[in-house]
Each structure stands twice: as C-alpha cells, then as structure tokens.
C-alpha cells in the first residue's frame, strides 16, 4: 500500500511561508512561479559546490510521514555517525546571522532525516555563498515547536478564500522573485 504524499509539504514552502505567506500563497496555492536574477543565480550556486567548500554531496530525496514534508536536501554529511543536513543559500546572511526563514527550511531537513533514519538530529549548517558564511545551527525543540506552528499555519491559509495581504516591507518585495505578479493581484489598499 502506497502512501499519497501529493499533499506533503516541500521544505522551500516552508522557507517561502516564513519569509512572505503572500508570496507562498500565490506559488504554492496559484502554482504560479517566475524565475528572477535570484532564483538563477540560486541554481548556479548550487551547481557549483566546489566554489562554496562542500567536500560531499548527497542531495537525498527525502519523505517524512511523521512531519508530512517531502523534498531534497542540499547536502547531508556524515560525521562519526551524525547526519548533518546543509542547506546552501545564494545570498548573504542578515548583520552576521542567518536568517529565520532559512532556518526554518534547514530544521524541516533535520526532522526529515530523523523520521527517515531514526536518528536524532542536533545539528545543521547554513552556508551562504553571497558571504562565504557558514553558521553551525543547533536544532532545538524550540524550532521543532516553531516548525510545527508555520505547518499549521500553512495548512489553515491554503484553503482561505482571499490571499493574504502584502507585507509591509519593500526590501522583501522588492526582491522577491514574483514582486510583479504580487503587485498586480487585486487587493484593498489603504
């Protein structure tokens, strides 16, 4: 008997989610996407992991039916028997830290590889190639609790009628990747 995971959640959702619900509305619930100069060079990025001092990569397909998340993870490493997911961002962190949304994609690998290898998971790296960073993130029950908020959060919003209104921060619009088809879908101003 075969699992339906077609409603499983992809942890770049989750990553959308926390950075713009607005914006995750309109490419997860619309299924509209649009390429910018972010999302290319994102995948540049990515195809180019020498450049970024990765030594090994798995790129795992991984399901979780615990957390009902579905997605591959940039990176695992194995370290003396620890899986240790990394997730590899194109841009740069925030003042020196890494930036929540993106933390909170790295933590859904984490519980990923838990359900799936039934090991426990404390650990992940955030690198962001735009700064050369890498930050080592502990994996707290604090994220797990989180996590489980912005999963139902999620759940709730995908069924709502209206989209949800535009943040009020014009340097994440401004980069966004679908700024324009934002910008055009009706909404009440005021």
Known sequence: MSIDTSRYVNPFSVNTFSYCPRRWYIQDVFKFFSHNEHTLIGRHVHER???????????????????????????IETEDKNFIPVEVKKSRDKFGVPIHNDIMQLVCYALMIEDVYNVPVTTGFLIYAGSRKKYEISIKLYHKSQLNRLLRKMDLMKNLPEIPKRLNNKNRCWNCSIHERCLSTREDHQ
Not at 53 to 75: A, F, M, P, T
């Open 49 to 75: 992991r020498e450049e970024i001092n990765i030594q090994k990569r798995s790129e795992v397909y991984l399901v979780s039916h615990k957390w009902h998340l579905k997605g591959k993870c940039d990176y």
